[in-house]
């Protein structure tokens, strides 16, 4: 268990391709931190410069207060979990657990005790002298966990260590993965490109694109709260809806419109957009926000429905607005259908306003 | 009923000409050799041939070089190919090119080797006259490669076959090497390895099944050398086993059979080292390798022996 605290951290591939650029981030001890972004966005190369796999242009790592940047991954006493899960195949289960240790000069007695220890937590005990390529993926990814286990580290690294899992198996592993969380208390470091994985795991999520942070926040923060437009389009299936509105003054009202709507702003965010003077705002609109009633009069916007998409616990419902396809949630009753009219409204706490140009939050 | 009969013989039907390709071309010369050596001129059934050759005193020199080459020059060159692959697997600036220059000697054929080194040792060779040109020894003092005593002719031959053969165990070893997954390396160091435990319990096991055909290849080949020794000292200077082969073939007439019972004897001596090298140095995890290794090195020896 450790803090880690990353300042400006930096790598720069050729002259000016920045796989990671300036990342600054204080994580405490026994946090459960979670990098999210597409490929490409860093989040590993951030990871692997934690681990000391790859060399850092600038910036520092600060394990314990200690500064790594320049140590050898061997002296960082970290411990990483490998997308493709690395167990070396020549190794028995049991040697691949135990040879970190050995490395350690552990007493024999000890590393016995510590490979059962956590070869039950993964409950592989019955594998451990079987060899690799006797066992399912699934099972090896588990191996590289309790390799990972075995050494104690101060920081546990992961690599998207469920994608190359099945679906099942991979939400299955999460519930576990989270519950050694909770029973070891290491601090952790989760790469993954799936944000249902980061939602559910994650203490805080770091949300990065094109080598920097894009927002530090927990589960709910990032996404109720998001802090721009690329966060709050990347968080969600489906994504925030987004409007590109103009802005009018009229009768004493805020009214925003395009070609296709137009509706005053409630008086709650009206008052965001105080200090803000350009007449265009992005509106964001997570689809469950919106709410499907039937009085006219309380809705913001009629329109007939493209298509409904019934997910069991809910139905996504299509709509297509001007050249863009807007989706609601609503709840599985009662049934709509395609080219059914409906008015619609939507929370007025949860619109987020976006600046136009910058495309981050409006905050008033 | 038709359906399923023709389907029992169509694989059968499909690979016959394949087998009789091996019976009259490989199958069938074998045979004949084998046989022919344990008969006289005159077809009559004799243990002759082998017996000159057990009491030729070539034959025994000819079995001490043989394996002083063989272990020398298999380590030494197992050595060179293993460094020289892992700094080109580094993947710096001008490692692509490095391999491809690596690699110019394994494009030369025997025969060339022998020829540019031969014309290299001579007194008035190429090397003597760089040597001279960058003053580093003077016209009267010229170096006499070819003049040492029969160890060091063979150190000499020793040199000149690695110069040739070490690109072709590098580039087995590099394939392996970049068949090795970067993270099984990556976790070596994470999980408290140094560069040299890495090197020595993850990279070298994972290596393994390349180090044994590698090593395997080359040991076959190392016991068939020959010509690189004819071109550079000639006949019977420095004999080995299957320079004897070829002398009696081709230098001494009348001496035919005799050169059968020497190929039967290389191929016995080749198969016996082949399989106790495969029973030592173990199935690895390259299990699946090993029928197709022993293919490989019967259809080696069989196609240079006796074709």
């Known amino acids: 268990m450790a803090t880690l605290e990353l300042i400006k951290l930096s790598k720069r591939y050729g002259k000016n391709i920045w796989g990671a650029k300036n990342v600054n981030l204080k994580v405490n001890e026994g946090e459960f931190i979670v990098f999210l972004g597409p490929s490409g966005c860093g989040k590993t190369t951030t990871l692997r410069m934690i681990a000391g796999l790859e060399e850092v242009t600038e910036g520092q790592v600060i394990i314990d207060g200690n500064d790594v940047t320049y140590l050898e991954p061997r002296k960082r006493e970290v411990s ?45 005990e019955e594998y451990l002298e079987r060899y690799p390529r ?42 576990e993965l989270k519950a050694i969380h909770s029973k070891t208390g290491a601090t952790t470091i989760f790469v993954t490109h799936d944000q249902s994985e980061a ?119 299509a709509l297509e607005i001007g050249d863009q396809i807007v989706k609601i949630v609503a709840p599985s ?15 007025e706490d949860r619109i987020m306003l976006f600046d136009i140009e910058t495309e981050k939050r409006i905050r008033g | 009923m038709k359906n399923t009969l023709e389907k029992k013989w169509v694989p059968y039907l499909l690979i016959t000409p ?13 045979l004949t050799a084998i046989i022919y050596s344990f008969f006289d001129e005159s077809n009559i059934f004799t243990l002759n041939n082998y017996i000159y050759i057990f009491k030729d005193p070539f034959f025994k020199q000819a079995v001490f070089n043989t394996t002083i080459f063989v ?104 394939a392996g090497l970049q068949s090795i997954p970067k993270d099984s390396i990556e976790a070596g160091y994470i999980f408290g390895g140094t560069k040299f435990t890495v090197l020595k319990k993850i990279t070298m096991p994972m290596l393994k099944s390349s180090i044994q055909t590698a090593l395997i290849l080359r040991i076959i080949s190392a016991i068939q050398v020959w010509l690189i020794i004819v ?34 004897i290389v191929s016995i001596i080749v198969s016996i080292v082949s399989i106790i090298y495969l029973k030592v140095s173990g199935p690895s995890k390259g299990r699946k390798y090993k029928c197709t290794k022993v293919n490989h090195i019967k259809k080696y020896y069989i196609q240079h022996y006796f074709i």
């Open chain 1, 80 to 124: 990483m979990v490998f997308q493709s899960y690395a167990v070396w195949p020549h190794m028995t289960v049991y040697e691949n657990i135990a040879f970190p240790l050995r490395l350690k000069k552990e007493p024999k007695e000890n590393i016995d005790t510590v490979v059962r220890e956590v070869a039950a937590m993964v409950k592989i």
């Open chain 1, 134 to 175: 006797q066992l399912s993926g699934g099972q090896r990814q588990r191996v590289a966990l309790a390799r990972a286990l075995a050494v104690k580290p101060k920081i546990f690294l992961m690599d998207e260590p469920l994608s190359n899992l099945d679906a099942k198996l991979r939400v299955k592993m999460r519930t």
């Open chain 1, 199 to 317: 939602l559910s795991m994650a203490d805080r999520i770091v949300v990065m694109r094109n080598g920097h942070i894009e927002q530090v926040g927990t589960p709910d923060e990032v996404y109720f709260d998001s802090e721009n437009v690329f966060v709050a389009g990347f968080i969600g299936t489906p994504p925030t809806n987004f409007f590109k509105m103009n802005i009018k003054h009229e009768n004493n009202q805020l009214k925003v419109f395009n070609e296709n709507l137009e509706f005053a702003l409630p008086n709650k965010i009206k008052n965001l957009l105080n200090n803000y003077n350009k007449n265009q705002v992005i509106l964001g609109i997570r689809p469950e926000s919106f709410e499907i009633v039937e009085n006219r009069e309380n809705s913001y916007f009629t329109e007939k429905i493209l298509v409904v998409e019934p997910q069991g616990s809910h139905q996504i419902v």
């Open chain 1, 333 to 347: 009753f009662p049934k709509y259908k395609a080219n059914d009219v409906i008015n619609i409204s939507f929370d």
């Open chain 2, 18 to 30: 394949t087998i009789l390709f091996y019976i009259i071309f490989w199958f069938r010369p074998v």
């Open chain 2, 71 to 174: 272990v020398i020059s298999v380590t030494l060159e197992f050595l060179i190919a293993l460094s020289l692959a892992l700094i080109i697997n580094k993947k710096f600036k001008g490692s692509q090119i490095l391999l491809s220059i690596s690699l110019i000697p394994m494009a030369l054929p025997a025969v060339a080797v022998g020829a540019m080194w031969s014309s290299g040792f001579a007194s008035y060779g190429w090397i003597n006259s760089i040597l001279y040109h960058f003053g580093i020894i003077d016209a009267n003092h010229k170096i006499l490669f070819l003049a040492g005593n029969d160890f060091q002719s063979l150190m000499l031959i020793i040199l000149i076959d690695a110069w040739q053969v070490i690109p072709f165990m590098m580039v087995i070893l590099l």
């Open chain 2, 231 to 264: 071109m550079i000292y000639g006949y019977r200077r420095i004999p080995v086993l299957l320079e004897e082969v070829v002398f009696y073939k081709k230098q001494v007439l009348g001496f035919y059979r005799v050169a059968l019972a020497y190929s039967v």
